[in-house]
């Protein structure tokens, strides 16, 4: 992962964990799994999954539009 997009995700979980965010259990997830999300009910959503992926200790990679990354790549 780039420099950059390492500190959007600090970011991301700094913003999770201090709004009073937390996760409780597990997922039962597979080696490899293929998970779709959509449609958002919010812009949040995407912070919320980065999160709880993060808590979940789950290395999640992710997709989106050109223009909802400024910075580049993740």
């Given at each position: 992962?780039?420099?950059?997009?390492?500190?959007?995700?600090?970011?991301?979980?700094?913003?999770?964990?201090?709004?009073?965010?937390?996760?409780?259990?597990?997922?039962?997830?597979?080696?490899?799994?293929v998970?779709?999300?959509?449609?958002h009910?919010?812009?949040?959503?995407?912070?919320?999954?980065?999160?709880?992926?993060?808590?979940?200790?789950v290395?999640?990679?992710?997709?989106?539009?050109?223009?909802?990354?400024?910075?580049?790549?993740?």
């Amino acid at each position: 992962m780039r420099v950059p997009a390492r500190a959007v995700k600090r970011g991301f979980v700094r913003w999770f964990e201090g709004g009073g965010w937390s996760v409780r259990g597990a997922l039962p997830l597979p080696d490899k799994a293929v998970v779709m999300g959509g449609p958002h009910t919010s812009n949040w959503d995407f912070l919320v999954f980065v999160g709880a992926m993060e808590a979940l200790g789950v290395k999640a990679n992710y997709i989106g539009k050109a223009s909802l990354f400024r910075w580049g790549p993740m």
